[in-house]
């Protein structure tokens, strides 16, 4: 699926939402709970969640694949977890604030 930032996705296993942030110049199978997102509002189909893939998505959190150049923010969470394949994702720390010395 070739994405661009702003698009808004949604799982077909459970109620995770995200929008991209930053998105590769090429194709990405990017997945919650082993199935692929869709576009929301898309009519998806509810699938069960992979053993592999239930991790789960946090909302507010940025989810990143530095390898390929992907970031996405959770927007509603869900009891799947976010992948490129099979590759889970990971959640991008905070920057610490500089020091007020």
Known sequence: MQLKPGTRLESQTCDAQVIVVRAPATDVDL???????????AGKDK????ADHEAGTLMGKRYIEDEIGIEVLC???GKGSLSIGDVDL????AKPLPSSD
């Open 75 to 77: 927007t509603k969470p």
């Open 90 to 93: 990971l959640t991008k720390d």
């Open 47 to 50: 699938h069960p969640i992979s």
């Open 31 to 41: 997945r919650c709970g082993g199935e692929p997102l869709v576009a929301i509002g």
